[in-house]
């Protein structure tokens, strides 16, 4: 995830991946590697959902918040493996 230029650093605290139907996949605690002080350009978040394979199929939207949901991202088109 890229920060742009100027915008305030953040830590994304929580994710929910919902696929077509509305279903949401067990999502897992977010890992952020490292302080959104180190580099506020660019951040790699990690997001796990336990689900089986069937669960799994198709596409789906991930949506990502910072503490309080103050700030959030939303990426549709997201699909498995």
């Known amino acids: 995830m890229e920060n742009p230029q100027g915008a305030q ?9 919902t696929d077509r139907t509305g279903m949401e996949l067990n999502v ?3 890992w952020q590697r490292g302080s959104e002080e ?3 350009m660019q951040q790699h978040i990690v997001v796990e959902a336990l689900a089986t394979r069937e669960e799994a199929q198709g596409s789906f939207t ?5 503490a309080d949901k103050g700030r959030t991202v939303s990426l549709s088109g997201i699909s498995f493996p």
């Open 28 to 30: 897992l605690p977010v």
């Open 9 to 17: 650093p953040w830590s994304a605290v929580g994710a929910m991946l």
């Open 38 to 40: 180190m580099d506020r």
């Open 62 to 66: 991930l949506k990502l918040w910072e």
